[in-house]
Protein backbone atom coordinates (compact mmCIF):
# COMPACT_ATOMS: atom_id res chain seq x y z
CA UNK A 1 0.00 0.00 0.00
CA UNK A 2 1.53 3.30 -0.70
CA UNK A 3 1.97 5.93 1.86
CA UNK A 4 0.01 9.17 1.36
CA UNK A 5 1.15 10.39 5.21
CA UNK A 6 3.82 13.28 3.67
CA UNK A 7 0.78 14.43 1.33
CA UNK A 8 -1.54 14.43 4.47
CA UNK A 9 0.93 16.37 6.84
CA UNK A 10 2.18 18.87 4.32
CA UNK A 11 -1.44 19.97 3.28
CA UNK A 12 0.58 20.85 0.05
CA UNK A 13 1.51 19.92 -3.10
CA UNK A 14 4.54 19.75 -4.52
CA UNK A 15 3.62 22.45 -7.12
CA UNK A 16 7.48 23.72 -7.54
CA UNK A 17 8.59 19.70 -8.77
CA UNK A 18 5.83 19.66 -10.81
CA UNK A 19 5.11 23.01 -12.73
CA UNK A 20 8.35 24.75 -11.89
CA UNK A 21 6.48 27.77 -11.39
CA UNK A 22 7.28 28.58 -7.78
CA UNK A 23 8.47 32.41 -7.49
CA UNK A 24 8.42 35.70 -9.40
CA UNK A 25 11.09 35.13 -11.35
CA UNK A 26 9.97 31.32 -12.69
CA UNK A 27 6.26 33.06 -13.91
CA UNK A 28 7.72 36.37 -15.66
CA UNK A 29 10.19 33.74 -17.52
CA UNK A 30 7.48 31.63 -18.36
CA UNK A 31 5.44 34.53 -19.48
CA UNK A 32 8.27 35.75 -21.59
CA UNK A 33 8.71 32.46 -23.33
CA UNK A 34 5.09 32.40 -24.10
CA UNK A 35 5.35 35.51 -25.72
CA UNK A 36 8.07 34.91 -28.01
CA UNK A 37 6.26 31.92 -29.25
CA UNK A 38 3.43 34.20 -29.44
CA UNK A 39 5.02 36.26 -31.52
CA UNK A 40 5.91 33.50 -34.10
CA UNK A 41 2.04 33.12 -35.34
CA UNK A 42 1.81 36.53 -36.74
CA UNK A 43 4.10 35.77 -39.30
CA UNK A 44 2.64 32.54 -40.18
CA UNK A 45 1.06 32.46 -44.51
CA UNK A 46 -1.33 29.23 -44.17
CA UNK A 47 -2.64 29.80 -47.56
CA UNK A 48 0.17 28.68 -49.32
CA UNK A 49 1.60 26.32 -46.80
CA UNK A 50 2.55 22.70 -47.38
CA UNK A 51 0.91 19.71 -45.74
CA UNK A 52 4.10 19.47 -43.58
CA UNK A 53 4.37 23.36 -42.67
CA UNK A 54 0.60 23.04 -41.65
CA UNK A 55 2.09 20.02 -39.41
CA UNK A 56 4.15 21.86 -37.81
CA UNK A 57 2.08 25.16 -36.76
CA UNK A 58 -0.72 22.89 -35.20
CA UNK A 59 1.98 21.40 -33.34
CA UNK A 60 3.86 24.29 -32.42
CA UNK A 61 0.12 26.07 -31.50
CA UNK A 62 -0.58 22.88 -29.21
CA UNK A 63 2.41 23.94 -27.52
CA UNK A 64 1.27 27.48 -26.86
CA UNK A 65 -1.58 26.31 -25.70
CA UNK A 66 -0.45 24.38 -23.30
CA UNK A 67 2.43 26.44 -21.84
CA UNK A 68 -0.28 29.23 -21.54
CA UNK A 69 -2.75 26.06 -19.60
CA UNK A 70 0.25 25.12 -17.60
CA UNK A 71 1.14 28.56 -16.15
CA UNK A 72 -2.48 29.05 -15.75
CA UNK A 73 -3.24 25.84 -13.75
CA UNK A 74 0.30 26.32 -11.71
CA UNK A 75 -0.78 30.10 -10.69
CA UNK A 76 -4.70 29.37 -9.66
CA UNK A 77 -3.03 26.30 -7.68
CA UNK A 78 -0.53 28.16 -5.63
CA UNK A 79 -3.16 30.96 -4.62
CA UNK A 80 -5.31 28.47 -3.51
CA UNK A 81 -2.31 26.72 -1.37
CA UNK A 82 -1.32 30.49 -0.51
CA UNK A 83 2.07 30.93 -1.63
CA UNK A 84 3.82 34.16 -0.78
CA UNK A 85 5.15 34.86 -3.84
CA UNK A 86 1.99 35.66 -5.56
CA UNK A 87 0.20 38.71 -5.83
CA UNK A 88 -2.88 38.03 -6.79
CA UNK A 89 -3.55 41.25 -8.79
CA UNK A 90 -0.70 41.32 -10.44
CA UNK A 91 -0.28 38.02 -11.39
CA UNK A 92 -4.08 37.74 -12.28
CA UNK A 93 -3.97 41.11 -14.45
CA UNK A 94 -0.80 39.58 -16.36
CA UNK A 95 -2.74 36.42 -17.11
CA UNK A 96 -5.76 38.53 -18.11
CA UNK A 97 -3.18 40.70 -20.83
CA UNK A 98 -1.32 37.07 -21.82
CA UNK A 99 -4.70 35.50 -23.15
CA UNK A 100 -5.35 38.81 -25.19
CA UNK A 101 -2.34 38.42 -26.66
CA UNK A 102 -2.50 35.01 -27.21
CA UNK A 103 -6.08 35.88 -28.97
CA UNK A 104 -4.84 38.80 -31.24
CA UNK A 105 -1.48 36.35 -32.02
CA UNK A 106 -3.12 33.35 -32.98
CA UNK A 107 -6.73 34.30 -34.55
CA UNK A 108 -5.77 34.15 -38.19
CA UNK A 109 -4.54 30.72 -37.47
CA UNK A 110 -7.33 29.56 -35.35
CA UNK A 111 -10.02 30.75 -38.82
CA UNK A 112 -7.98 28.47 -41.09
CA UNK A 113 -7.90 25.71 -38.59
CA UNK A 114 -12.04 26.39 -38.29
CA UNK A 115 -12.77 26.55 -41.88
CA UNK A 116 -9.99 24.03 -43.20
CA UNK A 117 -11.02 20.22 -43.43
CA UNK A 118 -8.32 17.59 -41.52
CA UNK A 119 -6.35 16.16 -44.82
CA UNK A 120 -6.41 12.66 -44.65
CA UNK A 121 -2.37 12.95 -44.11
CA UNK A 122 -2.63 14.65 -40.65
CA UNK A 123 -2.37 12.41 -37.43
CA UNK A 124 -4.81 11.67 -35.35
CA UNK A 125 -3.66 14.14 -32.89
CA UNK A 126 -3.79 16.70 -35.21
CA UNK A 127 -7.58 15.85 -36.55
CA UNK A 128 -8.10 15.99 -32.52
CA UNK A 129 -6.72 19.20 -31.99
CA UNK A 130 -8.80 20.49 -34.21
CA UNK A 131 -12.10 18.95 -33.27
CA UNK A 132 -10.87 20.09 -29.71
CA UNK A 133 -10.65 23.45 -30.37
CA UNK A 134 -13.32 24.52 -32.65
CA UNK A 135 -15.83 22.93 -29.78
CA UNK A 136 -14.28 24.01 -27.17
CA UNK A 137 -17.03 26.28 -25.63
CA UNK A 138 -17.71 24.43 -22.35
CA UNK A 139 -14.22 24.09 -20.18
CA UNK A 140 -14.13 23.43 -16.99
CA UNK A 141 -10.70 24.14 -16.15
CA UNK A 142 -10.60 26.19 -12.64
CA UNK A 143 -14.25 26.09 -12.00
CA UNK A 144 -13.86 25.08 -8.51
CA UNK A 145 -15.09 27.07 -5.57
CA UNK A 146 -11.60 28.18 -4.54
CA UNK A 147 -12.45 32.13 -3.89
CA UNK A 148 -14.20 33.90 -0.91
CA UNK A 149 -16.66 36.56 -1.05
CA UNK A 150 -17.53 39.59 1.12
CA UNK A 151 -21.38 40.60 0.47
CA UNK A 152 -20.55 43.19 -1.23
CA UNK A 153 -18.56 41.93 -3.66
CA UNK A 154 -20.64 39.09 -4.23
CA UNK A 155 -23.75 41.48 -4.50
CA UNK A 156 -21.34 43.25 -7.21
CA UNK A 157 -20.51 40.14 -9.43
CA UNK A 158 -24.10 39.19 -9.16
CA UNK A 159 -25.27 43.04 -10.41
CA UNK A 160 -22.40 41.70 -14.01
CA UNK A 161 -24.35 38.40 -14.38
CA UNK A 162 -27.92 38.73 -13.54
CA UNK A 163 -30.63 40.52 -15.92
CA UNK A 164 -33.97 40.62 -14.09
CA UNK A 165 -36.20 38.15 -15.77
CA UNK A 166 -39.03 40.22 -15.41
CA UNK A 167 -42.48 39.26 -17.42
CA UNK A 168 -42.00 35.75 -17.20
CA UNK A 169 -39.26 35.56 -19.36
CA UNK A 170 -37.01 32.76 -19.02
CA UNK A 171 -33.42 33.63 -17.75
CA UNK A 172 -30.87 33.79 -20.35
CA UNK A 173 -28.18 31.86 -18.38
CA UNK A 174 -30.84 29.21 -17.17
CA UNK A 175 -31.71 28.94 -21.22
CA UNK A 176 -28.12 28.00 -21.89
CA UNK A 177 -27.92 25.37 -19.25
CA UNK A 178 -31.02 23.96 -20.50
CA UNK A 179 -29.59 24.12 -23.91
CA UNK A 180 -26.20 22.31 -22.51
CA UNK A 181 -28.43 19.57 -20.59
CA UNK A 182 -30.70 19.04 -23.40
CA UNK A 183 -33.72 20.21 -21.85
CA UNK A 184 -36.65 22.42 -22.57
CA UNK A 185 -35.96 25.24 -20.32
CA UNK A 186 -39.61 25.73 -19.78
CA UNK A 187 -40.01 22.54 -18.60
CA UNK A 188 -37.32 22.81 -16.51
CA UNK A 189 -38.97 26.18 -14.73
CA UNK A 190 -41.35 23.95 -13.73
CA UNK A 191 -39.15 21.16 -11.84
CA UNK A 192 -37.79 23.74 -10.19
CA UNK A 193 -40.42 25.35 -9.02
CA UNK A 194 -40.72 22.94 -5.42
CA UNK A 195 -43.12 24.87 -2.84
CA UNK A 196 -45.26 21.35 -3.34
CA UNK A 197 -42.29 18.57 -3.15
CA UNK A 198 -40.34 20.70 -0.53
CA UNK A 199 -42.65 19.14 1.96
CA UNK A 200 -41.69 16.06 0.58
CA UNK A 201 -38.55 16.18 2.72
CA UNK A 202 -39.73 17.33 5.97
CA UNK A 203 -40.61 13.94 7.39
CA UNK A 204 -36.77 13.36 6.60
CA UNK A 205 -35.54 16.23 8.82
CA UNK A 206 -38.46 16.02 11.46
CA UNK A 207 -36.64 12.75 13.26
CA UNK A 208 -33.45 15.24 14.05
CA UNK A 209 -36.10 17.53 15.78
CA UNK A 210 -35.82 17.87 19.59
CA UNK A 211 -38.62 19.15 21.06
CA UNK A 212 -40.39 20.27 19.09
CA UNK A 213 -37.78 22.72 16.84
CA UNK A 214 -34.15 22.60 16.34
CA UNK A 215 -31.53 24.82 15.06
CA UNK A 216 -30.69 24.07 11.37
CA UNK A 217 -26.71 23.64 12.89
CA UNK A 218 -28.03 21.01 15.57
CA UNK A 219 -29.96 19.50 12.45
CA UNK A 220 -26.87 19.19 9.76
CA UNK A 221 -24.80 17.96 12.93
CA UNK A 222 -27.15 15.03 13.51
CA UNK A 223 -27.21 14.63 10.08
CA UNK A 224 -23.84 14.13 9.50
CA UNK A 225 -22.80 12.52 12.91
CA UNK A 226 -23.85 8.74 12.02
CA UNK A 227 -21.43 8.55 9.16
CA UNK A 228 -18.52 9.83 11.47
CA UNK A 229 -18.75 7.09 13.84
CA UNK A 230 -17.20 4.54 10.84
CA UNK A 231 -13.88 5.65 10.41
CA UNK A 232 -10.64 5.66 7.87
CA UNK A 233 -7.28 7.13 8.02
CA UNK A 234 -6.35 8.36 5.20
CA UNK A 235 -4.30 5.51 3.81
CA UNK A 236 -7.58 2.85 4.60
CA UNK A 237 -9.60 5.36 2.60
CA UNK A 238 -7.40 5.72 -0.75
CA UNK A 239 -6.74 1.91 -0.28
CA UNK A 240 -10.74 1.11 -0.48
CA UNK A 241 -11.11 2.90 -3.48
CA UNK A 242 -8.28 1.93 -5.39
CA UNK A 243 -9.37 -2.05 -5.05
CA UNK A 244 -12.51 -1.06 -5.76
CA UNK A 245 -11.65 1.00 -8.91
CA UNK A 246 -8.92 -1.95 -9.64
CA UNK A 247 -12.28 -4.49 -9.18
CA UNK A 248 -13.60 -2.19 -12.33
CA UNK A 249 -10.93 -1.68 -14.21
CA UNK A 250 -7.05 -1.61 -13.31
CA UNK A 251 -6.38 1.02 -15.47
CA UNK A 252 -8.70 3.12 -13.14
CA UNK A 253 -6.79 2.33 -10.05
CA UNK A 254 -3.47 3.13 -11.54
CA UNK A 255 -5.06 6.65 -12.49
CA UNK A 256 -5.21 7.22 -8.74
CA UNK A 257 -1.94 5.33 -7.69
CA UNK A 258 0.07 8.28 -10.21
CA UNK A 259 -1.89 11.02 -8.83
CA UNK A 260 -0.44 9.78 -5.25
CA UNK A 261 2.57 9.09 -5.96
CA UNK A 262 3.04 12.77 -7.66
CA UNK A 263 1.39 14.39 -4.86
CA UNK A 264 -1.61 15.72 -6.64
CA UNK A 265 -3.90 14.69 -3.74
CA UNK A 266 -4.03 17.30 -1.19
CA UNK A 267 -6.15 16.55 2.21
CA UNK A 268 -6.90 18.77 5.30
CA UNK A 269 -7.81 18.67 8.68
CA UNK A 270 -9.51 22.01 8.42
CA UNK A 271 -12.58 22.90 8.03
CA UNK A 272 -12.16 25.92 6.03
CA UNK A 273 -10.59 23.57 3.13
CA UNK A 274 -12.61 23.54 -0.03
CA UNK A 275 -13.05 20.53 -1.97
CA UNK A 276 -12.32 19.85 -5.78
CA UNK A 277 -10.74 18.39 -8.94
CA UNK A 278 -8.68 20.80 -11.27
CA UNK A 279 -7.82 19.20 -14.43
CA UNK A 280 -4.36 20.78 -15.31
CA UNK A 281 -2.11 19.13 -18.37
CA UNK A 282 0.50 17.68 -15.85
CA UNK A 283 -2.71 15.83 -14.18
CA UNK A 284 -5.94 16.44 -12.42
CA UNK A 285 -5.02 18.02 -8.91
CA UNK A 286 -7.72 17.33 -6.14
CA UNK A 287 -8.04 19.23 -2.79
CA UNK A 288 -10.56 18.14 0.23
CA UNK A 289 -11.39 18.42 3.62
CA UNK A 290 -10.98 15.26 5.88
CA UNK A 291 -11.62 14.06 9.38
CA UNK A 292 -11.60 10.25 8.46
CA UNK A 293 -15.65 9.58 8.29
CA UNK A 294 -17.51 7.63 5.84
CA UNK A 295 -18.78 10.95 4.36
CA UNK A 296 -14.77 11.64 3.88
CA UNK A 297 -14.67 8.30 2.36
CA UNK A 298 -17.35 9.27 -0.18
CA UNK A 299 -16.24 12.53 -0.95
CA UNK A 300 -12.52 11.71 -1.38
CA UNK A 301 -14.06 9.15 -4.10
CA UNK A 302 -16.39 11.40 -5.84
CA UNK A 303 -12.76 13.67 -6.33
CA UNK A 304 -11.23 10.68 -7.49
CA UNK A 305 -14.16 10.32 -10.10
CA UNK A 306 -13.82 13.30 -11.15
CA UNK A 307 -10.12 12.64 -12.20
CA UNK A 308 -10.17 9.52 -13.75
CA UNK A 309 -12.95 11.35 -15.92
CA UNK A 310 -10.75 14.18 -16.59
CA UNK A 311 -7.30 11.96 -17.17
CA UNK A 312 -9.49 10.00 -19.90
CA UNK A 313 -10.14 12.79 -21.66
CA UNK A 314 -6.68 14.28 -21.61
CA UNK A 315 -5.31 10.84 -23.02
CA UNK A 316 -7.51 11.82 -25.84
CA UNK A 317 -6.94 15.50 -26.74
CA UNK A 318 -3.85 17.50 -25.92
CA UNK A 319 -5.72 21.19 -25.24
CA UNK A 320 -7.50 21.94 -22.15
CA UNK A 321 -11.12 19.30 -21.14
CA UNK A 322 -13.80 19.92 -23.50
CA UNK A 323 -16.20 18.54 -20.39
CA UNK A 324 -19.93 18.02 -20.58
CA UNK A 325 -20.49 19.37 -16.78
CA UNK A 326 -23.62 16.60 -16.18
CA UNK A 327 -21.88 14.06 -17.29
CA UNK A 328 -18.89 15.06 -14.93
CA UNK A 329 -20.71 15.16 -12.02
CA UNK A 330 -22.68 11.68 -12.96
CA UNK A 331 -19.44 10.13 -13.25
CA UNK A 332 -18.21 11.45 -9.65
CA UNK A 333 -21.74 10.71 -8.30
CA UNK A 334 -21.38 6.77 -9.71
CA UNK A 335 -18.01 6.40 -8.44
CA UNK A 336 -18.58 7.81 -5.25
CA UNK A 337 -21.73 5.58 -4.68
CA UNK A 338 -19.92 2.57 -5.93
CA UNK A 339 -17.19 2.96 -3.90
CA UNK A 340 -19.65 3.11 -0.67
CA UNK A 341 -21.24 0.12 -1.57
CA UNK A 342 -18.51 -2.08 -2.27
CA UNK A 343 -17.01 -0.80 1.62
CA UNK A 344 -20.65 -1.85 3.10
CA UNK A 345 -20.55 -5.25 0.82
CA UNK A 346 -16.88 -5.85 2.11
CA UNK A 347 -16.83 -5.31 5.77
CA UNK A 348 -20.94 -6.25 5.79
CA UNK A 349 -22.06 -2.66 6.22
CA UNK A 350 -24.30 -3.11 3.40
CA UNK A 351 -27.68 -1.62 5.44
CA UNK A 352 -25.48 1.03 6.19
CA UNK A 353 -24.12 1.73 2.66
CA UNK A 354 -28.33 1.47 1.56
CA UNK A 355 -28.93 4.56 4.17
CA UNK A 356 -25.85 6.27 2.97
CA UNK A 357 -27.59 6.59 -0.73
CA UNK A 358 -30.76 7.80 0.79
CA UNK A 359 -28.87 10.54 2.79
CA UNK A 360 -27.13 11.25 -0.46
CA UNK A 361 -30.55 11.04 -2.45
CA UNK A 362 -31.75 14.11 -0.24
CA UNK A 363 -28.83 16.04 -0.94
CA UNK A 364 -28.40 15.44 -4.37
CA UNK A 365 -32.71 15.57 -5.59
CA UNK A 366 -33.65 17.49 -2.42
CA UNK A 367 -30.96 20.34 -1.69
CA UNK A 368 -29.76 21.19 -4.82
CA UNK A 369 -33.21 21.41 -6.32
CA UNK A 370 -33.34 23.78 -3.41
CA UNK A 371 -30.23 26.03 -4.37
CA UNK A 372 -31.18 26.08 -8.01
CA UNK A 373 -34.83 27.69 -6.94
CA UNK A 374 -33.15 30.14 -4.97
CA UNK A 375 -30.64 30.85 -7.69
CA UNK A 376 -33.59 30.91 -9.90
CA UNK A 377 -35.29 33.89 -7.35
CA UNK A 378 -32.27 36.41 -8.19
CA UNK A 379 -33.25 36.70 -11.44
CA UNK A 380 -36.77 38.00 -10.50
CA UNK A 381 -34.97 40.63 -8.20
CA UNK A 382 -34.94 44.33 -9.27
CA UNK A 383 -32.60 45.31 -6.52
CA UNK A 384 -29.89 43.22 -4.82
CA UNK A 385 -29.21 43.98 -1.08
CA UNK A 386 -28.07 41.85 1.52
CA UNK A 387 -31.02 41.92 3.57
CA UNK A 388 -33.00 40.65 0.17
CA UNK A 389 -31.01 38.23 -0.51
CA UNK A 390 -30.74 37.48 3.30
CA UNK A 391 -34.78 36.71 2.94
CA UNK A 392 -34.61 34.88 -0.10
CA UNK A 393 -31.91 32.68 1.28
CA UNK A 394 -33.97 32.09 4.78
CA UNK A 395 -37.62 32.12 2.58
CA UNK A 396 -36.11 29.03 0.44
CA UNK A 397 -34.45 27.20 3.41
CA UNK A 398 -38.42 26.93 5.57
CA UNK A 399 -39.66 25.69 2.19
CA UNK A 400 -37.06 22.82 2.34
CA UNK A 401 -36.55 22.49 5.94
CA UNK A 402 -39.75 22.75 7.70
CA UNK A 403 -40.75 25.05 10.16
CA UNK A 404 -39.60 23.29 13.09
CA UNK A 405 -36.27 23.65 12.14
CA UNK A 406 -34.86 27.32 13.16
CA UNK A 407 -32.60 29.18 11.06
CA UNK A 408 -30.33 31.09 13.35
CA UNK A 409 -28.64 34.75 13.02
CA UNK A 410 -25.49 32.87 11.76
CA UNK A 411 -27.38 31.06 8.82
CA UNK A 412 -28.14 34.61 6.67
CA UNK A 413 -25.25 34.74 4.75
CA UNK A 414 -24.14 31.03 4.15
CA UNK A 415 -25.66 32.36 0.38
CA UNK A 416 -22.06 33.38 0.11
CA UNK A 417 -20.98 29.72 -0.37
CA UNK A 418 -22.65 29.21 -3.28
CA UNK A 419 -20.23 31.13 -5.73
CA UNK A 420 -21.16 28.25 -8.61
CA UNK A 421 -24.21 31.05 -8.88
CA UNK A 422 -21.19 33.94 -10.06
CA UNK A 423 -19.03 31.39 -12.23
CA UNK A 424 -20.89 28.65 -13.52
CA UNK A 425 -24.86 29.82 -13.41
CA UNK A 426 -27.49 27.64 -12.60
CA UNK A 427 -24.66 24.91 -12.13
CA UNK A 428 -27.11 23.37 -9.05
CA UNK A 429 -29.35 22.13 -11.76
CA UNK A 430 -27.04 19.57 -12.63
CA UNK A 431 -27.11 17.36 -9.48
CA UNK A 432 -30.53 16.52 -9.62
CA UNK A 433 -30.22 14.80 -12.97
CA UNK A 434 -26.64 13.81 -12.60
CA UNK A 435 -27.80 11.55 -9.71
CA UNK A 436 -30.68 9.96 -11.29
CA UNK A 437 -27.99 8.56 -14.34
CA UNK A 438 -25.57 7.91 -11.96
CA UNK A 439 -28.19 5.72 -10.39
CA UNK A 440 -29.06 3.99 -13.67
CA UNK A 441 -25.35 3.04 -13.79
CA UNK A 442 -24.95 1.52 -10.52
CA UNK A 443 -27.23 -1.06 -11.83
CA UNK A 444 -25.16 -1.76 -15.11
CA UNK A 445 -21.60 -0.48 -14.09
CA UNK A 446 -19.97 -1.67 -17.15
CA UNK A 447 -21.53 0.95 -19.04
CA UNK A 448 -19.52 3.84 -17.18
CA UNK A 449 -16.03 1.70 -18.31
CA UNK A 450 -17.93 1.62 -21.81
CA UNK A 451 -18.83 5.53 -21.82
CA UNK A 452 -15.24 6.17 -20.93
CA UNK A 453 -13.48 4.41 -23.68
CA UNK A 454 -15.87 5.97 -25.91
CA UNK A 455 -14.43 9.57 -25.25
Not at 410 to 431: A, D, E, G, M, V
Request: glycine share 4%; aromatic share 12%.
Amino acid sequence: MLSTKAVLNNHAWPLQEIFNVYNKASFERKVNEILASAAEFKTIDLTTATESDQLQWLAEFARLDIAFDTLESALKLANVQHEIWIDETKSGSVMAELEKVLASSTECFITWMEQCSASAGWPTWAVQLKLEFVSDDNSLAGSFCGKKYSPRHFIDQLKQIIKPSGDGCIPINLQKRCTKMGWNSGDQIARLLLSDKAANYHPYFSRYIINNKSDITDVRLAESKPWGDFKFNFDEAIGIIIACFKQLDSDLSTMIDQAIVQGRIKVSHSSLSNSFCMDTPVGSFISLQFNGGLSDLALLAHECGHLIHQQVIRNKFQLAQNVNEELSETIAIFFESWVVKYWGELTGNEIVATAWEHHRDIEWQGRHSMLANFELSLYQQEKFSVKELDRLWREVNHRFYGSSVTLNQNFSQQWLTLTHILHSPFYYLIYPSASLKAKRYMKEPMDVLSMLERF
